[in-house]
């Protein structure tokens, strides 16, 4: 795997139980989208928020990918999102030092 330059963070606060979610066409449509590394699904614990943590290859992916999918998503499924982009690089280094899976040593 290539090694991230950008991560998101993102939460839809929607009261979804994570069971209940058909992740599956999610998925479909999310690997469409060019430079997105990985994704973990996230479930909120005693609230039912839905979100995940991505590695893109660049910015412009990522902004692509949240304007494109999240955004729109949002609106679907009428729940709040919150994103946040975090830079990889400047953090490369301590994320080795704490075995990211995302970074070789």
């Known amino acids: 795997m290539s090694e991230p330059h950008i991560y998101i ?3 839809y606060q929607v009261s979804l139980p994570f069971s209940q979610l058909d992740w599956q066409p999610i998925n479909d449509a999310m690997k469409k989208f060019p430079g997105l590394l990985s994704k973990t699904w996230l479930s909120g614990i005693n609230t ?9 290859d660049t910015l412009a992916n990522a902004q692509n990918y949240i304007d494109n ?4 998503f949002a609106g679907q499924v009428k729940g709040s999102l919150s994103v946040r982009v975090f830079d990889a690089d400047a953090t490369r280094e301590a994320s080795i030092g704490m075995y990211s899976p995302f970074f070789e040593r």
Do not use: I, R
């Open 9 to 11: 963070y993102a939460e």
């Open 69 to 72: 999918l999240l955004v729109p």
């Open 48 to 56: 039912h928020s839905v979100g995940g943590f991505y590695a893109f």
